[in-house]
């Protein structure tokens, strides 16, 4: 019950935080706040279901008891989390931002516990076509291409 009332608490934070960013903006001219304003309305958005979602699945938490992991093994997926966060950030300017992501993504997904290999990779490539679509065609933003590309 401590970790459903937790994650209310959190979601309902951040949710007021970013209803008070929101606000914030009004000011701005339209250019200056559209990314800002669309950014902080899908943060809401998340944590209304997120919200919702962490309700919904309270019940069943209380019938289902999953296998808990050991801490050890807790331990040892964030430092290897963290490692391949810092690996990902330093390859970046070499390899480039797109392949490095697409690799990150997949190698995150298994490590943190995925075994269905359509669903890692379908996960990569929509994640790689949403990068590219934001900021190579919305934002014309120019990404780290990599030395060898």
């Known amino acids: 019950m401590y970790e459903v009332k937790r994650d209310l ?3 309902s934070l951040v949710f ?3 209803a008070y960013l929101r ?9 200056t706040r559209a990314f800002p304003a669309a ?20 019940k069943n938490r209380a019938e289902v ?25 330093l390859a970046i ?3 480039g931002f797109y392949s ?4 990150f993504v997949v190698v995150l997904m298994i490590l943190l516990g995925s075994r269905k290999w359509l669903a890692v990779f379908l996960t990569s490539a929509c994640t790689m076509a949403l990068l590219y679509a934001v900021f190579s065609l919305f934002l014309h933003v120019p990404l780290p291409k990599g030395m060898f590309l």
């Open 9 to 11: 608490i959190l979601y």
């Open 16 to 18: 007021g935080a970013s």
């Open 23 to 31: 606000t914030t903006l009004e000011g701005l001219e339209f250019e």
């Open 39 to 58: 950014v902080l309305l899908c943060l809401m958005a998340v944590c209304a279901a997120g919200f919702a979602y962490t309700l919904l699945a309270a």
């Open 65 to 89: 008891k999953k296998k808990e992991e050991s801490s050890s093994a807790r331990l040892t997926k964030f430092c290897l989390t963290f490692l391949g966060t810092v690996v990902y950030a």
């Open 93 to 95: 300017p070499y390899v």
């Open 100 to 103: 490095c992501s697409a690799v």
